[in-house]
């Protein structure tokens, strides 16, 4: 996320509508974490999901999971204006 933050979304795969993917490498891992921006600019980076990779495609499932979290906090964000 520090690199999509220095370099903005050239650093992110993009996968489908808002969502984003970032890869992490562990010593005997790796990680993905979906995330969207938010705010006016996009300085905002929304992390919605973060599994272990175990395939080449993120699972139908993170990716759904990811947009119902996003398409919440939206829904919450209009009822506070």
Not at 15 to 26: H, N, Q, S
Not at 31 to 36: P, Q, S
Not at 47 to 70: C, D, H, I, N, Y
Request: no cysteine; proline share 2%; charged share 35%.
């Amino acid at each position: 996320m520090k690199e999509v933050s220095a370099e903005g979304l050239v650093a992110a795969k993009h996968l489908r509508g808002d969502l984003y993917e970032v890869k992490a490498e562990g010593p005997t891992r790796s990680f993905r974490v979906l995330f969207a921006t938010e705010a006016r600019f996009g300085q905002v980076l929304l992390s919605l999901s973060a599994f272990v990779k175990k395939t080449q495609k993120a699972p139908k499932q993170e990716l759904e999971l990811a947009e119902k979290r996003l398409s919440d906090w939206r829904a919450r964000r209009k009822q506070r204006k």
